[in-house]
T-cell receptor, first 116, second 113 residues
């Protein structure tokens, strides 16, 4: 079973530009979450999608947006990039399995975004 | 609001020793999941162990085990016979029924030869 795939792995963008990151979840997983990881703030929750609907949203400005497609793949977009947006962006997919409610959450390798 | 607190920013232990990483959390929910993730220098987040809140029995995975105290909202990770490859950042995490994961700030663990 393929893991969570994030593309691209590395990106360098200029202030003011916009960027789109992609996440393909594990097959069968319908929930996709996005996180921003920086040395100072740690891992911060951006948003979570389930069946193409945003269920949860973190405390980030409206420049950060996302969407999920019918095949559960998700994209994250950041507009008008700022230097402070430089971070590792991680995507995680999860599913709930059966009546026991067991759940697993798996992460991709992340996209390292550098804003210059 | 749910929060996860890891009170140990950094720890160092000798190889083969046992080490315990602390984690406390706050939630008003009754059904949830707790995780410990490991993030080595490669930055890949790796699930170490998982605990369902409705299970009283503590989860174990080989050298990794947890001490889950639901009433105290405590979820510590014990690593037995620590190995050099255990050197990493360890994150305690909480997942609610909406699959939103909240992470602690992490504990940087160094295993010394």
């Amino acid at each position: 079973k393929a893991g969570v795939t994030q593309t691209p792995r590395y990106l360098i963008k200029t202030r003011g530009q916009q960027v789109t990151l992609s996440c393909s979840p594990i097959s069968g997983h319908r929930s996709v979450s996005w996180y921003q990881q920086t040395p100072g703030q740690g891992l911060q929750f951006l948003f979570e999608y389930f069946s193409e609907t945003q269920r949860n949203k973190g405390n980030f400005p409206g420049r950060f947006s996302g969407r999920q497609f019918s095949n559960s793949r998700s994209e994250m977009n950041v507009s008008t990039l700022e230097l402070g947006d430089s971070a590792l962006y991680l995507c995680a997919s999860s599913s709930r399995q059966g009546q026991s409610g067991n759940t697993e959450a798996f992460f991709g390798q992340g996209t390292r975004l550098t804003v210059v | 609001a749910q929060t996860v607190t890891q009170s140990q920013p950094e720890m160092s232990v000798q190889e083969a020793e046992t080490v315990t990483l602390s984690c406390t959390y706050d939630t008003s929910e009754n059904n949830y999941y707790l995780f410990w993730y490991k993030q080595p220098p490669s930055r890949q987040m790796i699930l170490v162990i998982r605990q369902e809140a409705y299970k009283q029995q503590n989860a174990t995975e080989n050298r990794f085990s947890v001490n889950f105290q639901k009433a105290a909202k405590s979820f510590s990770l014990k690593i037995s016979d620590s190995q050099l490859g255990d050197t990493a950042m360890y994150f305690c995490a909480f997942m609610n029924r909406d699959d939103k994961i909240i992470f602690g700030k992490g504990t940087r663990l160094h295993i010394l030869p």
